[in-house]
């Protein structure tokens, strides 16, 4: 128990240092995907199988739009179709014909897959260190989106961290428009969105910083109010 206190303060000062290496230049680096794509290798459209509040267009609440700006950057349409529970993924990729799908890793065979290029991506290198070893980045079938600690239910004592990631399906017809979105989403200010919408964790560190909708104590805190639930389990 004393050990995985210790852990878990080690973190919390990483976790702090890192949010202070980034708040001089968190609000100024944010990516311009309207800058970094040619507009003439763009396909009209880009098909996103996901849960619902992973793309939101402002309907759901007007505060929270991360397709509209990336549409009108890119020329890409997004069509997304929402699931309510992670057991619907299979019946819907039976079914339809999608070029990404936002989901837990485990919901998805590897037959249905491609590789992602993450040399497309100037902002992967951007992402949260704590995630270079995890499966989905090493097999490079996904791209982490977003993250939150799952509180042990006793007599387990350990916290479990669930990620959400971006996965490239092997049919993808618009290749150029689903990079695009992944670049898209590795943006702090789209990372802190998705974050404040959910009451998750972005896996930018930049994104933790700056943003008005997450405030700039949301990731600290709720890696403390975590850290404190956990003493409370023993």
Request: with cysteine.
């Amino acid at each position: 128990m004393m050990r995985n206190n210790v852990c878990r303060l080690l973190m919390l000062v990483l976790l702090f240092a890192v949010l202070a290496s980034c708040k001089k230049d968190g609000r100024e680096n944010i990516a311009d995907v309207g800058e970094k794509v040619d507009p003439l290798a763009m396909e009209q459209e880009l098909d996103i199988l996901a849960l619902e509040g992973r793309i939101e267009s402002g309907k759901t609440s007007a505060v929270f739009d991360w397709v509209t700006p990336f549409e009108k950057a890119t020329g890409c349409k997004i069509k997304a179709v929402l699931l309510e529970s992670n057991d619907l993924f299979t019946s819907k990729l039976d079914g339809g014909n999608y070029d990404l799908v936002i989901s837990e890793d485990s919901f998805l065979p590897p037959t249905v897959l491609q590789k992602i290029d993450f040399s497309r991506l100037r902002s992967f290198k951007n992402l949260d260190k704590r995630f270079a070893d995890s499966p989905g980045l090493r097999q490079k079938t996904a791209l982490p989106l977003h993250w939150k600690l799952i509180r042990p239910v006793p007599p387990a004592t350990t916290y479990v961290t669930e990620v959400e990631s971006t996965h490239l399906l092997a049919k993808a017809k618009n290749p150029n428009c689903a990079y695009a979105w992944m670049e898209w989403t590795l943006s702090p200010k789209v990372q802190a969105d998705i974050a404040a919408a959910l009451d998750t964790i972005p896996v930018i560190p930049a994104a933790c910083i700056g943003n008005e909708l997450l405030g700039d104590d949301a990731c600290a805190r709720r890696m403390l109010e975590t850290s404190m639930d956990n003493r409370s389990n023993p």
